[in-house]
């Protein structure tokens, strides 16, 4: 069984920052893509940054140059650095990674459970 666990989110003000993490445990055999999505009130959910086992990376225009997604393939963690934080960046931010934990399977996409994220103006 393979799960990720997000940590980091929490009540801001316009302006500030925060920064998430989110840590693959379980039987590991490699991981491909992580990334951060989330979901405000109301709204689909949405890509806000990926990055790739080799380190390119990927951003939505609304957050490009305010947000860095990094990640430690040694300890499969995925880190998002968030700056000059918005109000509308108020939303559940969820991680995603594409994880192959069976060498019968291929990459299976597993979804943490969400930390809110709420930036006050």
């Known amino acids: 069984q393979v799960q990720l666990v997000e940590s980091g989110g929490g009540l801001v003000q316009a302006g500030g920052s925060l920064r998430l993490s989110c840590v693959a445990s379980?039987?590991?055999?490699?991981?491909?893509?992580m990334g951060w999505y989330r979901q405000a009130p109301g709204k689909q959910r949405e890509l806000v940054a990926g990055?790739?086992?080799?380190?390119?990376?990927n951003y939505a225009d609304s957050v490009k140059g305010r947000f860095t997604i990094s990640r430690d393939n040694a300890k499969n963690v995925v880190y998002l650095q968030m700056n000059s934080l918005k109000p509308e960046d108020t939303a559940v931010y969820y991680c995603?990674?594409?994880?192959?934990?069976?060498?019968?399977?291929?990459?299976?996409?597993?979804w943490g459970q969400g930390t809110l994220v709420t930036v006050s103006s």
């Open positions: 995603n990674a594409a994880i192959r934990s069976s060498w019968e399977r291929g990459y299976l996409q597993v």
């Open positions: 379980g039987s590991i055999i490699s991981i491909n893509a």
């Open positions: 990055i790739f086992s080799g380190g390119t990376t």
